[in-house]
Every structure is written in structure tokens, then in C-alpha cells.
Nanobody, 117 residues
């Protein structure tokens, strides 16, 4: 069973930056579409950005111009660079791996990002 592990969250001031990391234990992410979602307390889970198997990144309105998703297949890593963070970006950020052929999705437990002065 794939285990998705996120890291890199923390407390940051408005306008600051964080870089979140995502990897998988015991599995290779090369053939998975990778996405970052976020979940603020009591709110619906929102898609933040997606990167496909070929490395093409698709941001959403949430992070366009501020958040950048990237991956390195050799390192089995996916990142979310978040710049110019706002208070409303406070949420648990979750990484999802989705295999398009087998239609299987795996989620991590998330990493907390808190933006506050």
C-alpha cells in the first residue's frame, strides 16, 4: 500500500514563503498524477495544483501566480512552493497521488500551514 508523506508546513507571516514536500514510502510516483489540496477547518477540500506524469503543471485560481508545483522523478518527490502567503491560505495541505490507468488515488495525512502575524 502506498504511503504518501507530506512535510514542510509551519507558521509563517503574511507575505512569507513555504515549500511543501511530498514523497511516497515503498512506492514510485513516476506514473502518478500528483496534486496538492488544502482543507481549512470545516471547509470543503480544495484543489490547489496538479502536475501530470510528463511534468506539466496546472495551477488553480487559488495559487495562480503565487504557488508552484514541481516534481523530480529521480528523487521521487513533489513540491509546492508557496510565495506571498496570505492569512486565508491557512489550512492543512494534502498531497494526492492518482494513477490514471488503474484509477487509484492515495492521500497523505497532510501538513499544517498557518499564516499569521
Amino acid at each position: 500500500q502506498m504511503q504518501i508523506v507530506e512535510s514542510g508546513g509551519g507558521l509563517v507571516q503574511p507575505g512569507g514563503s513555504l515549500k511543501l514536500s511530498c514523497t511516497a514510502r515503498h512506492s514510485i510516483l513516476n506514473n502518478y498524477v500528483m496534486s496538492w489540496y488544502r482543507e481549512a477547518g470545516g471547509s470543503q477540500r480544495e484543489l490547489v495544483a496538479t502536475i501530470d506524469v510528463g511534468g506539466r503543471a496546472t495551477p488553480t485560481q487559488i495559487g495562480e501566480g503565487r504557488f508552484t508545483i514541481s516534481r523530480d522523478k529521480a528523487k521521487n518527490m513533489v513540491w509546492l512552493q508557496m510565495d506571498n502567503l496570505k492569512v486565508e491560505d491557512t489550512a492543512v495541505y494534502l498531497c494526492k497521488a492518482y494513477h490514471p490507468m488503474f484509477q487509484q488515488a492515495y492521500w497523505g495525512l497532510g501538513t499544517q500551514v498557518t499564516v499569521s502575524s
